[in-house]
């Protein structure tokens, strides 16, 4: 099993900025596809980024705003948050799809969960 772990949350006002990291916890994991996901209280789960091959998507409430950006050899995942409006707040939930090292199956992975606020 993997393990994602997640950093980076916290309180900050409208207009700065944040970075999450979201590293797997073990090496023999190799992502496929991982992402940046994030639910507000009373709302559904949505897709905020993703990185997949040096590809990379968003959401249309964060272009311009938000980048995604990952670490090869360390299986981590970065999202760099700046321009940060209210309805930004979130639970933000990282997400992995990958095999393990000399397996053909593919496994997904989510984090628990770190939360951001934005204030006015």
Known sequence: QVQLV???GGLVQAGGSL???CAASR???SIIAIGWYRQAPGKER????TISSGTT???D???GRFTISGDNAANTVYLQMNSLKPEDTAVYFCHARGQFAGEAYEYSYWGQGTQ???SS
């Open 57 to 59: 998507k968003y959401a």
């Open 27 to 29: 090496s023999t994991f």
């Open 61 to 63: 409430s964060v272009k």
């Open 19 to 21: 970075r999450l990291s």
């Open 46 to 49: 949505e897709l905020v980024a």
């Open 6 to 8: 997640e950093s980076g």
């Open 116 to 118: 951001v606020s934005v």
